[in-house]
């Protein structure tokens, strides 16, 4: 059964900051890596998808690496905004594509401190 | 832009009540999901439907049915309610079956508070 593991749990940091989070992944067989924003009380907003071929994928401010290999993914935030403040999910799909859903990380809830 | 719509957005029942979570999407996706969001758990599968008339258990799935109604809509059913369905419940959609990526899209969630 895939496990994904999310570290850190909680991340506080000071704005403007670079920071990493960190997603892992136990069975390697995936098709495709997703990380997802979620604010408090509301529903969850796609920020990258890494497809299993793929090493990285860039948007904005946002950078997302995969190394299927060691089951690892990271997201970086580059100089780093309240607006930021957020829970952000891991999720990878399954190697039949994903029809079967995806498999959630437990997520990082990121403050970033104006 | 409505993307994927879920109703209600809050609901209470008592145990023992029944009823069902609606979710439409407007993107012509092929393959429909049923989440539930609990603290310290994370976000489990209850249902999916990879295609219009097909539907599958999720990780999740004691105490619900679903019905894939169209190609657009997906109904979670709790036929008897208990306190231990306390959640938020996530609709999502995707649109598989074709050469693309993946990605799933997300309603808004309906919280369920079950007394």
């Known amino acids: 059964k895939q496990e994904v593991t999310q570290i850190p749990a909680a991340l506080s940091v000071p704005e403007g900051e670079n920071l990493v989070l960190n997603c892992s992944f136990t069975d390697s067989a995936i098709y495709n890596l997703q990380w997802f924003r979620q604010d408090p009380g509301k529903g969850l907003t796609s920020l990258l998808l890494i497809q299993s071929s793929q090493r990285e994928q860039t948007s904005g401010r946002l950078n997302a690496s995969l190394d299927k290999s060691s089951g690892r993914s990271t997201l970086y935030i580059a100089a780093s905004q309240p607006g930021d403040s957020a829970t952000y999910l891991c999720?990878?799909?399954?190697?039949?594509?994903?029809?079967?859903?995806?498999?959630f990380g437990k997520g990082t809830h990121l403050i970033i401190q104006p | 832009n409505a993307g994927v719509t879920q109703t209600p957005k809050f609901q209470v029942l008592k145990t023992g009540q029944s009823m069902t979570l609606q979710c439409a999407q407007d993107m012509n996706h092929n393959s429909m999901y049923w989440y539930r969001q609990d603290p310290g758990m994370g976000l489990r599968l209850i249902y999916y439907?990879?295609?219009?008339?097909?539907?599958d258990k999720g990780e999740v799935p004691n105490g619900y049915n679903v019905s894939r109604l169209n190609k657009r809509e997906f109904s979670l059913r709790l036929e008897s309610a208990a306190p231990s369905q306390t959640s938020v419940y996530f609709c999502?959609?995707?649109?598989?079956?074709?050469?693309?990526?993946?990605?799933?899209?997300f309603g808004e969630g309906s919280r369920l508070t079950v007394l």
């Open positions: 999720a990878v799909s399954g190697s039949g594509g994903g029809a079967d859903g995806l498999t």
């Open positions: 999502a959609s995707s649109l598989m079956g074709q050469a693309n990526t993946g990605e799933l899209f």
């Open positions: 439907s990879a295609s219009e008339g097909t539907t």
